[in-house]
């Protein structure tokens, strides 16, 4: 446990103090807030974050790999990963330290927007079912993203690459469900199944449904366990 | 009754002898060239054991295996008996290792830095604190222990990472280079720093510089292309090399006649031919206290050959270390 907090609490430390984290919170929040006030210049604005959480999933795409694309590449491009390899560590440990570590932060990020549940409590009267779900579906969608992050950036030493394919591997899940709705059968279940946004859509409605909560929880766990057998496979590489 | 079994020091399962490294059949592949191959050696607890070899040698990948930080493609190493791929772990707790390029964290200062390795070796919160203060006064870091390390000098880098080695009194260190890239005066300071070190611990450092490895190291192992080519202490390998002294003689007549005529001389050790353009030169070795000049000459007359030159060439520690890593087929060359 220790080992893992000592993993975690150095990046945590230096997503504090580097730029990139910072920018990376800017971007999210500047977009967030455009995708937050876009309906409320209707006549009739419905007082929600629906608009938020559809842009936000939409915004951690390439975001959630900006994140987690430091993590492990650059030990492997510094060298500092020998240390870390050579420490009685396992892989799992420094796995979830580093995961731990992004989550914290896209936390930390998550925690900036509640400013729009305080306008939005403010100036009117929003149903808190939606906000509460809505979060939640978030921060489950944003475990699996940056789990995705982690396994790209294990698996190669090049931080811009980790960022791209991490960002495309994202892209292919968000965008199943439009597959989905242009074949049709079983297919368009199995697209809608397969995706991230299927899933999402229900925390938005303010429906929070086991099993998209177990989908979620299971993505994130299989993208964490790829990224412990490639940390591993580095070895014998 | 009891007996108090636990007076018996903590070893691991399959260390009977005093050996705290042992390396059987090691080889190692990159792709489909060997780095290092059918390596064979063994480390007492507390020696101070020396690679040397030219750089792509294989002491690198000897190195990174001891430490765990990659299988061998063969054979078997143990640290402590325990097996570095089946108990990595156990073999990662008891090994303090530096790395070659010294890779750091940077934007961390020295003691935060010391602080996370400390974790990540599991050391508690006291022991940790007590030791970071040591090995800060040890590596000389007093002045710049709040310094983020992004801004150190080679040289100080190389302490920081000499410090977090040994931070967690490992019993086995492991020092790639340790000297490499810094000014002399840091040096002196860190071989006697080293020196130090190996009086309690077990020491495997590797370097190119000879004169480095037979200052600091209790044996020497010399390490050409991925095999060991000769393994023995500093003083024995000089003495053994150095006591024979080598004679160029170049004579005039034909070199089928000659060849058996040098060999046949008592005390002449190994007679080598080294045709050269209109010269036929020899190589004679004999040992130091056994001069040859005199009954060559004398032969050379007597059979009505010209002795053309005659030069004794001794050989410094510098050429035997070139000798054993690079000539020793040259002077196996076909006569």
Redesign the interface.
């Known amino acids: 446990m220790?080992?893992i907090?000592?993993?975690a609490f150095?990046e945590i430390q230096?997503y504090f103090?580097?730029p990139v984290a910072y920018i990376v919170a800017l971007i999210f929040m500047a977009l967030s807030g455009f995708f937050f006030v876009q309906d409320l210049g209707d006549p009739f604005p419905e007082a929600s974050l629906s608009n938020f959480f559809q842009g936000a999933t939409f915004l951690l795409i390439p975001l959630a790999p900006a994140l987690t694309m430091r993590l492990l590449a650059e030990e492997q491009k510094?060298?500092?990963?020998?240390?870390?390899?050579?420490?009685?560590?396992?892989d799992w440990e420094v796995i979830l330290g580093k995961y731990l570590a992004s989550l914290t932060f896209l936390l930390f990020l998550l925690a900036l927007t509640s400013y729009y549940v305080i306008l939005l409590l403010v100036f009117a009267s929003p149903d808190p079912g939606p906000i509460y779900s809505g979060y939640l579906g978030l921060v489950l969608y944003g475990m699996a993203a940056l789990s995705v992050g982690i396994l790209t950036s294990t698996v190669t030493s090049n931080q811009i690459i980790a960022a791209v394919v991490g960002t495309g591997i994202l892209i292919v899940l968000y965008a199943t469900s439009f597959i989905s709705e242009v074949v049709t059968g079983l297919w368009a279940n199995v697209f809608n199944q397969i995706g991230f946004t299927g899933h999402f859509n229900d925390f938005d409605r303010g429906i929070i449904d086991t099993a998209h909560v177990v989908y979620f929880l299971t993505a994130t766990a299989l993208f964490l366990f790829l990224s412990i057998r490639a940390l591993e496979s580095r070895?014998?590489r | 009754m009891a007996t108090d079994v636990s007076a018996t020091p903590q070893t691991g399962p399959e260390s009977p002898d005093d050996s705290m490294i042992s390396v059987s059949d090691l080889t190692h592949y990159y792709g489909p060239m060997p780095a290092v191959e059918n390596v064979n050696f063994t480390v007492r607890r507390g020696e101070i054991l020396g690679f040397l070899g030219p750089n792509g040698a294989g002491k690198t990948t000897t190195m990174?295996i001891l430490?765990?930080?990659?299988?061998p493609t063969r054979g078997s190493v143990t640290v402590d008996g325990y097996d570095v791929v089946e108990k990595s772990?156990e073999v990662?707790?008891r090994?303090g290792?530096l790395?070659e390029?010294v890779?750091?964290?940077?934007?961390?200062t020295v003691t935060a830095y010391l602080k996370?390795?400390g974790?990540?070796?599991?050391m508690n919160g006291r022991r940790m604190r007590s030791r970071i203060d040591d090995v800060i006064g040890l590596c000389r870091l007093e002045d710049y222990h709040k310094t983020i390390i992004g801004k150190l000098s080679k040289g100080f880098r190389q302490r920081v990472g000499i410090a977090?080695a040994i931070l967690h009194e490992p019993d086995v260190l492991i020092l790639d280079e340790p000297t490499i890239g810094i000014d002399p005066i840091q040096v002196v300071e860190t071989r006697s720093l080293i020196q130090e070190l190996g009086r309690a611990q077990t020491v495997v450092l590797s370097s190119h510089i000879l004169p480095e490895v037979s200052m600091i190291c209790e044996r020497v192992l010399i390490i050409h292309e991925g095999h060991i080519v000769a393994a023995d202490t500093p003083g024995n390998l000089a003495q053994h090399l150095q006591g024979v002294e080598q004679l160029e003689v170049e004579i005039g007549g034909p070199p089928a006649q000659v060849l058996p005529v040098l060999r046949a001389i008592s005390g002449a050790t190994a007679v080598t031919h080294h045709p050269r353009p209109g010269v036929n030169a020899y190589r004679v070795k004999f040992r130091k206290d056994h001069d040859l000049r005199d009954e060559i000459s004398r032969t050379v007359i007597s059979h009505n050959w010209s002795l053309l030159s005659m030069q004794l060439s001794s050989m410094s520690l510098e050429e035997i270390f070139l000798r054993v890593t690079t000539a020793e087929d040259a002077a196996d060359a076909p006569d």
Not at chain 1, 78 to 90: F, Q
């Open positions: 220790r080992t907090r000592a993993v150095k230096i103090s580097s510094l060298g500092t990963i020998e240390l870390l390899l050579t420490s009685p560590v396992r070895r014998w | 990174r430490t765990g930080f990659m299988p772990l990662r707790k090994v290792y790395p390029s890779p750091l964290h940077t934007e961390m996370y390795m974790t990540l070796r599991r977090q």
